[in-house]
């Protein structure tokens, strides 16, 4: 079934469309892409048949924000890095993902990149690498939380022109927008088509409102490293937390662990933000699939795994979570009430279009690369197809 020359049909299983789940459907893959969606009981008799038992066949899940996992990190240029994080992300059900490494010396982030250009550039049999997410350097030192201090930057400091050097790899960069030299950065970013994303910032309303106006269009793991309401004298002053609920366009990411965010914060960034805004991301770290008392390191910071979630060791800040996204969709739906349909989105379609790819990624639908999960009702992964191929 490694042949993308290969036609054959999903049959015996739940299909989940952007809309709606369809039962006594096939899905029809054609090579390395989707052919479309038929009745069962219309296949041709000579099409191979895959039957799936009666499991949920999903679109493949889409991280754009995760670190790593297994005891490595993207902030390793080495293909044995990549190769450990990719697979097991593929082998979770997520077909694609931006590799995301932490804050750390520039010369480090630049040789991220350049590997990323190689890896992106060969045939790979893990989660597709579709760009670099640069998580920093450039953050506001109160929000720092996990990153580590001593690499933090301002983005007028002559380094952002290095980095965006490789700006054919780079899909998205977050940065505190109300920095010295923020808001250029903005309209750098986006005219070179890279998502302008906030986050570790303590910016106020005022300068949120002035990087939208510049391009900034993206939030990160919202609660987590931002700004809130302050009061000056008898004025309240809103902060980055604020402009991410109120925004009708902004998009934003929620570490859904239910470890960063209890279930009531999480209600009230679906209720304000609406499923076709809010996304999914792990915000995975290399403690991701480690167990508990394991140690591992982001960057150059050292943190441990602890009651499921990544930490300090001084237990004063999360440090990322533990928890890959195939994981975090049982979360929306067993404590936020998300629906089914619109927790895979979330997970999928919306992060295909924060980074502009869901023209061909993100659904089931003919045309689109065949990038597909099978779940088990738990959310394991029983198989996992990218582009065509089974990946496990």
């Known amino acids: ?38 009745d069962s009981g219309a296949l041709a008799d000579e099409i191979n048949q895959v039957d799936v038992g ?14 790593g996992a297994l005891g490595h990190t993207f902030n390793e240029p080495t293909a044995a890095a990549f190769e450990v994080i990719t697979r097991e992300n593929a ?5 694609s993902l931006l590799a ?14 350049e590997f990323s250009r190689q890896w992106m550039g060969e045939d790979q049999l893990g989660a597709q690498v579709l760009g670099v997410h640069l998580e920093g350097p450039y953050f506001s030192l109160p929000q720092a939380g996990a990153q580590d201090p001593a690499n933090i930057r301002n983005p007028n400091d002559g380094t952002a022109g290095q980095l965006l050097d490789h700006h054919d790899v780079i899909r998205m960069v977050s940065y505190a927008p109300e920095l010295p030299g923020a808001l250029e950065l903005t309209a750098r970013l986006a005219a070179l088509g890279i998502v302008p994303a906030a986050g570790h910032s303590s910016a106020k309303e005022d300068e949120v409102v002035a990087a939208i106006e510049m391009g900034l269009r993206h939030i990160i793991h919202i609660w987590s490293a931002q700004s809130t309401t302050v009061r000056e004298g ?14 009708d366009e902004l998009t934003v990411e929620m570490i859904c662990d239910n470890k960063h965010l209890p279930p009531t914060l999480m209600k009230l ?5 609406g499923p076709d805004r809010l996304c999914v991301i792990s915000d995975a770290t290399s403690g991701a699939g480690m167990p508990e008392g394991s140690r591992f390191r982001m960057g ?6 602890h009651d499921g979630v990544g930490m300090m060791f001084d237990r004063s800040c999360f440090a990322g979570s533990t928890t890959l996204i195939n994981d975090m969709i049982p979360v929306l739906i067993e404590h936020v009430g998300t629906p089914l349909i619109e927790a895979i989105r979330m997970a999928s379609l919306n992060p295909a279009r ?30 996992t197809m990218i582009g065509g191929r089974w990946a496990n």
């Open 1 to 38: 079934m490694n042949e993308l020359s290969k036609r054959f049909a999903l049959v015996n299983g739940r299909i989940a469309l952007p809309e709606a789940v369809e039962q006594g459907k096939a899905l029809i893959v054609d090579g390395p892409k989707i052919a479309g969606i038929i």
């Open 269 to 273: 960034a679906y209720k304000c933000i």
């Open 100 to 113: 995301t490494p932490a804050t750390a010396p520039i010369s480090n982030l630049v040789d991220c990149l």
């Open 354 to 383: 924060v980074i502009g790819v869901d023209d061909r990624k993100g659904s089931l639908e003919a045309g689109k690369d065949a990038d597909i999960a099978v779940f088990d009702d738990d959310f394991t992964a029983w198989r």
């Open 54 to 67: 009666g499991r949920l066949i999903a679109p493949g899940l889409i991280d754009i924000h995760t670190h």
């Open 300 to 305: 150059e910071m050292e943190y441990e795994v």
């Open 234 to 247: 008898p004025w309240r002053k809103p902060g980055l937390l604020e402009v991410s609920l109120a925004s």
């Open 91 to 95: 082998r979770r059900g997520v077909t």
